[in-house]
């Protein structure tokens, strides 16, 4: 049985006293094992993240520092730590391994206060988990032995150990509805159910609401954009939704930003828990309820309550779909890093980015950026490299400036590889935006990155299977449904990688605006076959690859929301699950959202068909 050191000081990254330059990056907690503090600067050195640390036996320490280096080969995500003003030799993120403890050397620390600083040396995404101070065998010749680095829960209960966490989750509480994913569909789930007067906890693993129409990304809401979804996604000046404002308002609401889900209870296929994890603090959390809503477009709470779902392109033969490919495979959309650049008032320089010429080659196109949150598909610089020779086979539509043509990650897997997808992306960014400025120095001397995500549009997961599975030939052919509760609009919209020479662009996108007349959405579509009291809404609810590129958009996901929410009024009221709703229910499931201002569709009055 492997062994860890079994005293020490820890001090997780995120626990610094100040950040500095460095941002908090706890996206992929559950890929990599702990939030990380990141250097995001672009190519400029960010400032210094330092904390203060009580040293109470003296001695000499072991000096142990979990870092990544993100490019090996080329380490552009380099940085060192100074103890008490005095760097470490060691240069970290410049090791050529993955996530990995490394041993920095051994210093003497003084009884009381020692000073920890991290120094960025390169702007270009230096990234440290943890620094783990060790007196185990340090007057041995043998090297130490390092901290514990697998992601399983030996390593986590370590960790709470020197951290003095408890052991188990702490009760934070129990609900009559628990909503995970704090997007536009999750913060449309939770108004709704707390204006109907349920008791309801928002489950948020980033700092900001909207997902990917959050702050941290920007985009504008597509799809059926009825009265609450345009309450809750109009923005404050600096592109924050109101979301937040709205929920802290409602008494009946509670927020946990900053959570990560990473189990639940079930019992009898029936969730009776869910367990999340503070990005800052690593205290996790126990929350309760009767109905669970899955907000997270990843499917999340399925994959711990073993939920079936579906995932990847079904084939023509699947359902009779005639956008589906011959044959099924895992192929699904991809995720995608949005920027800005803007000409400053002088010469700006860029440093030399080999290690992003890799993936962006000779790439020197600039277009497709966020002008701002909620205003994307903007322009940028153009630079047509010498002997360029177009394609003949593009389509018309693959030369526009849209954001979204930057996208990667079709043929991984988003749970275990999302940090690679992004990191991809970054290269990419990064590579071209060297092309432009070495292509025509003269014209982008000024040209200077004025912002870029760090945290990617998130892509097509995991699907739940439902007791209906809604297809592309129903959308089409606006399939009537006795359980009908809500619309959605919009084209299909499917994503093909496959570029010949660029792997983070598009090959192909198809945007199908059928009839262009709003479909009814089932409500056997918003529940989970086998968990008896979990319902979805978002992209990941009941449907085909093909008919969830047009529900994913998140105007239509808040509408699925509004519908799972108020059957999450009716199951505590009735003290039934979803589908009870359904059988005995439904007549009070679509007057209760009638009154709410959000009604189903009368075929029979509108003229459109």
Not at 217 to 240: F, T
Not at 276 to 301: H, Q
Not at 527 to 547: D, P, Q, R
Not at 591 to 600: E, F, K, N, P, V
Request: charged fraction near 20%.
């Amino acid at each position: 049985m492997e062994t860890f050191p079994s005293s020490g000081i820890l001090v997780e990254a995120e626990a610094f006293d100040d950040f500095g330059g460095w941002v908090l990056d706890s996206q992929f907690d559950l890929e990599m094992g702990s939030p990380y503090l990141l250097a995001h600067g672009n190519g400029r050195p960010v400032a210094d993240a330092t904390t203060a640390i009580s040293i109470k036996d003296a001695g000499q320490y072991n000096v142990w520092v979990r870092a990544k280096d993100w490019v090996p080969g080329h380490h552009p995500g380099r940085f060192t730590l100074a103890i008490n003003g005095k760097p470490l030799d060691t240069v970290f993120g410049a090791n050529n391994k993955d996530w990995v403890w490394q041993l920095g050397g051994s210093v003497h620390l003084p009884v009381g206060e020692t000073r920890l600083a991290l120094h960025d040396m390169t702007g270009f995404c230096g990234r440290c988990d943890a620094i783990f101070f060790s007196r185990n065998d340090t007057s041995s010749p043998s090297p130490p032995p390092p901290p514990p680095n697998a992601i399983d829960g030996p390593s986590r209960a370590w960790r709470r150990q020197l951290r003095g966490l408890p052991d188990k989750p702490v009760d934070a509480g129990t609900f009559d509805v628990v909503v995970v994913g704090g997007g536009v569909p999750g913060c449309a789930a939770a108004l709704t159910a707390a204006r109907l007067g349920e008791r309801v906890a928002l489950v948020q693993d980033r700092p900001y609401l909207g997902g990917n129409a959050s702050l941290e990304i920007g985009l504008s809401p597509r799809g059926m954009n009825r009265p609450l979804i345009s309450e809750l996604s109009q923005r404050h000046g600096n592109g924050d939704l109101y979301a937040k404002q709205l929920l802290d308002a409602e008494p009946n609401a509670t927020l946990f930003l900053e959570h990560t889900v990473y189990n639940t209870t079930v019992v009898d296929s029936t969730i009776v828990s869910l367990d999340a994890r503070d990005a800052r603090t690593g205290r996790e959390i126990r929350l309760s309820a009767p109905v669970f809503i899955d907000c997270s477009g990843k499917a999340i709470l399925g994959l711990y309550s073993d939920a079936e779902t579906l995932y990847g392109q079904e084939s023509k033969a699947d359902y009779g779909e005639s956008l589906a490919p011959d044959q099924a495979d895992s192929m699904h959309h991809g995720h995608t890093v949005f920027f800005r650049t803007r000409m400053a008032d002088s010469p700006v320089s860029f440093p030399s980015v080999p290690w992003a010429s890799e993936v962006a080659k000779d790439f020197s196109d600039l277009r497709g950026q966020l002008e701002k949150p909620g205003l994307e598909n903007g322009p940028g610089p153009l630079v047509i490299p010498p002997n360029f020779v177009p394609d003949p086979t593009m389509n018309l539509r693959m030369k526009g400036p849209l954001t979204h043509f930057w996208e990667y990650g079709q043929w991984l897997d988003p749970y275990t590889e999302g940090e690679h997808i992004r990191d991809h992306l970054l290269r990419a960014i990064y590579g071209t935006f060297s092309n432009v400025k070495a292509m025509e120095p003269e014209t982008y001397a000024n040209l200077e990155f004025d912002w870029v995500a760090y945290v990617p549009a998130q892509g097509e997961f995991r699907r739940y299977k439902g007791d209906y599975i809604l297809t592309e030939t129903d959308i089409r052919n606006h399939k009537p449904f006795p359980d009908a509760v809500v619309q959605n609009g919009g084209a299909f919209c499917l994503h093909y990688p496959g570029d010949k020479k660029y792997d983070f662009r598009l090959k192909a996108w198809e945007w199908d605006e059928r009839d262009k007349k709003p479909y009814d959405i089932p409500f056997r579509c918003l529940y989970s076959v086998n968990i008896s009291n979990l319902m979805m809404a978002g992209k990941h609810i009941s449907t085909t690859h093909i008919g969830g590129s047009n529900a994913k958009f998140m105007a239509n996901g808040g509408q699925h929301a509004i519908a799972t929410a108020t059957a999450a009024h009716l199951c505590n009221k009735y003290k039934i699950r979803p589908r009870g709703v359904y059988e005995d229910h439904l007549p009070e499931l679509k007057a209760t959202i009638l009154r709410q201002g959000h009604s189903a569709w009368d075929r029979k009055t509108d003229n459109r068909l």
